[in-house]
């Protein structure tokens, strides 16, 4: 009887342990993936001199929100939806119970020319960060080689969008194969 319980406490620190290394490659991911100057817009005819000058040396300064939510149940026939047309054994069973994950900074594995700093609710949020990041919990399949997460990233107070994002793990890497807009501003 002792072992059995042990060998279930083992098995759910088991899970545990493997849920955060993956969600944290793929927060590393979506950050190193989107974290980077905004293009320079084209040389126009028109008069005036266009002042941006193009600086890809620049150090992005990146705020991101600690905690991960549920995904809202709103959200759910959509992703399911997504979901079906890349794998059909992958389903999310919303509306159960979801523990609520944090983002620890030293397990993100950075690879862009940017730093990054947890942020909390501020007036004048844009005026101390390029870009802000809101991630959803992540939905893994039973053998961790797919996953769904809602990201939210504002580059400014209307300047920003939601997007459903499907990855998939390839030779130990995480990438990016569905990308549907939830809604923008």
């Not at 620190?13 to 979506?30: A, C, F, K, P, R």
């Not at 026939?77 to 509306?95: Q, V």
């Not at 609710?121 to 080689?145: A, R």
Request: net charge negative.
């Amino acid at each position: 009887m002792i072992l059995s319980l042990t060998s279930c406490e083992n098995e759910d620190n088991s899970v545990q342990h493997e849920t955060t290394v993956h969600t944290h490659e793929i927060v590393s991911t979506l950050i190193d993936k989107f974290s980077k100057p905004i293009p320079i817009p084209p040389k126009t005819t028109d008069s005036y001199d266009n002042p941006i000058t193009r600086n890809s040396t620049k150090i992005i300064s990146v705020g991101l929100k600690q905690i991960m939510q549920p995904i809202s149940l709103e959200n759910s026939a959509k992703i399911n939806d997504i979901l079906s047309e890349i794998d059909t054994t992958f389903k999310i069973k919303f509306g159960q119970k979801e523990e609520i994950l944090t983002i620890e900074l030293q397990k993100l594995q950075k690879e862009g020319n940017y730093t990054t700093r947890y942020i909390n609710e501020e007036k004048d949020i844009f005026n101390s960060i390029d870009i802000l990041y809101n991630l959803s919990t992540i939905h893994f399949n039973d053998d961790y080689s797919k996953a769904v997460v809602i990201m939210g990233m504002s580059r400014g107070k209307l300047s920003g969008f939601a997007d459903i994002i499907v990855l998939e793990r390839v030779d130990r890497k995480w990438l990016i194969i569905k990308r549907e807009n939830l809604h923008i501003s």
